[in-house]
């Protein structure tokens, strides 16, 4: 499982189209198909979130590390199935748990990665600002602000793009956590500019749900999701497709 699958290896090594338009487009129709479930799941989730967010400590760490990584994973397998047009059932949203080892460990390596980077922006400003001594009424002299320290989020928002594609390659293509992110890595930064303009696009997209009294949301997210996902089918393929492709490769016309 820690090798890198040769139909993945294959985009890590070469080039690829990027259709920034498509990804858009394609993404309402995708969750049109099977709005109801999807809408249904987003419910669900924001309910689960809800619970576990009244735990102190315990329910953000579940929800960050266990919950969120394998719920996304589930929406992922669940646009698979739209994608395909096969029966959507309410038990494949929750099959990412089926993944649970993996996930949980890519989103905890992922953390404290973007921990450690930011250690060092968040004692700057700590000490610069000198905010143990600071005024409790007026709070800390801006004047004092380390602004370079601001250049630690460059690599954070780096690699957030870069590991988008490492729960798909967990789920469909098998693979584990840290191979998983570095092909991701890899693969996103042939065109990282692209993909941070589809995820800027597609964050305006998914924010519109708020405009309709948060219910659009429950819409709006998924379709955030299955940007990603078509991008994903698209650059590196399902493992479905790599097969048809190796039998078509024994016949000749």
């Not at 920034?20 to 989730?45: E, Q, T």
């Not at 989020?153 to 390659?169: D, G, K, Q, R």
């Not at 092909?183 to 964050?203: D, N, P």
Request: net charge negative; proline share 6%.
């Amino acid at each position: 499982m820690a090798n890198t699958p040769p139909q993945v290896q294959r985009v890590v090594d070469g080039s690829y189209n990027f259709d920034f338009g498509k990804y858009i487009g394609d993404s309402f129709g995708l969750i049109s198909r099977n709005a109801g479930p999807f809408i249904g799941f987003m419910l669900v989730w924001f309910l689960i979130s809800m619970m576990t967010g009244i735990i102190p400590f315990i329910g953000p760490l579940a929800s960050w590390i266990v919950l969120t990584p394998c719920l996304t994973a589930g929406v992922y397998l669940a646009l698979r199935k739209s994608d395909y047009r096969e029966y959507l059932d309410f038990g494949v949203f929750f099959k990412g748990f089926d993944h649970i080892g993996q996930l949980a460990l890519a989103a905890l390596l992922q953390g404290l990665i973007i921990f450690a980077i930011m250690v060092p922006a968040g004692v700057a400003i700590f000490v610069g600002m000198d905010i143990a001594s600071a005024d409790p009424i007026n709070g800390p002299d801006m004047e004092n602000f380390p602004w370079w320290a601001l250049g630690f989020l460059v690599p954070v928002i780096y690699l957030s793009i870069a590991w988008a594609f490492t729960p798909m390659l967990i789920v469909f293509h098998k693979m584990e956590a840290w191979p998983a992110m570095e092909a991701s890595r890899k693969i996103i930064s042939k065109q990282w500019v692209m993909f941070f303009l589809l995820a800027f696009v597609a964050g305006i997209i998914a924010s519109l749900g708020v405009l309709a009294l948060f219910i659009g949301l429950l819409f709006t997210v998924p379709v955030y999701y299955a940007i990603a996902y078509l991008a994903f089918r698209d650059i590196v393929g399902l493992p479905q497709e790599e097969e048809v492709t190796l039998v078509s490769d024994h016949f000749v016309d």
